[in-house]
């Protein structure tokens, strides 16, 4: 008899597809499997933006706690929702090879064109970053909240509620909706949240050793997971999250480890960003060396200010 993995997720059409991904690895390995789907408090709070509920473990906390209870053995989450303290009990045992992680502007009018400045374009977003690099980059554009899952959104902006909206284009690509796309947001301009484009599986640290370990040898990509440590170690150290404006995309090329990140104001006129390059054996220590760098270049009184006014 096939040993059994079973899998939770949230019931979003998105979360599911990317819990078939990893079922199919999981099989491809020689294991059966059972996906056990809900709804997160994230999924059932829309009318409220990310910065006004907090988002520690909004997506992720009823599956953490069927994880710590042992009635799932594993956890897939969209790795940029993860917070990078875990606790005690957890950890993430698995990165899936990171597809494009870049941000795309969707619209339904072909013709579309966020360049226009003599258009006062309004634009979906539930995203403090994006928001902010919206105000940065394209000062003449105004944002309005646009909670939900992808299809959600996509209906709002079918009955007007904005003239576009950014997402990232993997849950995009994933979902069949690539013919929706205007723009391809340039990772050096609108760098992505730590984690975007990649699939995390998560644990219990009580899971059997030899089932973690065979779970990461179907399913875990090992360059993408030295890119992963470095922009979590970079993230933890600014203690960002959804509703904190601060990014970070590492990637390695020959064998060097480069990573680049930072914060920006809520309202998009203050900056503070730098990269970084280094070896691919110690990618926390890298990470971690860039926030201290961003921290020292003034990005710590940008944290502070937006605290200040989140509190």
């Given amino acids: 008899m096939k040993e059994l993995i079973r899998i939770g997720s949230r019931a979003s059409k998105l979360a599911l597809w990317q819990t078939y991904y990893i079922e199919d690895r999981l099989k491809q390995a020689g294991f059966a499997t059972e996906i056990f789907s809900l709804e997160s408090k994230g999924d059932k709070v829309l009318h409220t933006s990310f910065a006004e509920i907090g988002t520690k473990g909004l997506f992720t906390e009823e599956l953490e706690d069927k994880l710590i209870s042992g009635e799932i053995d594993i956890a897939v989450h969209s790795a940029k929702d993860m917070q990078t303290d875990l606790g005690k009990d957890l ?8 597809e494009g992680c870049h941000d795309v502007l969707l619209s339904l009018d072909k013709n579309f064109n966020i360049d226009d400045s003599s258009e006062n374009w309004l634009i979906g977003t539930s995203s403090t970053r994006r928001n902010a690099l919206l105000k940065y980059y394209y000062p003449h554009t105004k944002t309005t909240e646009a909670r ?8 709002k902006l079918e009955d007007g509620k904005f003239q576009a909206m950014i997402l990232a284009y993997a849950g995009v690509h994933r979902m069949g909706m690539e013919s929706y796309i205007v723009k391809n947001f340039a990772t050096d301009e609108f760098t992505p949240a730590v984690g975007q484009g990649c699939i995390a599986v998560e644990a219990s640290k009580n899971l059997d ?25 970079f993230l933890k150290k600014l203690e960002g999250g959804c509703s904190i404006p601060v990014f970070g995309l590492a990637t390695i090329n020959n064998d060097q480890l ?44 940008v944290l502070e200010e937006i605290k200040r006014v989140r509190s």
């Fill in 91 to 98: 950890e993430l045992i698995a990165f899936t090879e990171r």
């Fill in 148 to 155: 939900g899952n992808l299809q959600t959104r996509m209906k």
């Fill in 209 to 233: 050793p030899q089932k973690r370990a065979a779970i990461r040898n179907a399913v875990n990509h090992q360059t993408t997971e030295i890119c992963l440590l470095a922009e979590r170690a």
């Fill in 258 to 301: 480069s990573i680049s990140g930072g914060v920006i104001s809520l309202d998009g006129k203050e900056m503070i960003k730098t990269s970084m390059t280094g070896s691919t054996e110690h990618p926390e220590q890298l990470g971690l060396k860039l926030a201290e760098d961003i921290l020292s270049k003034g990005g710590g009184k």
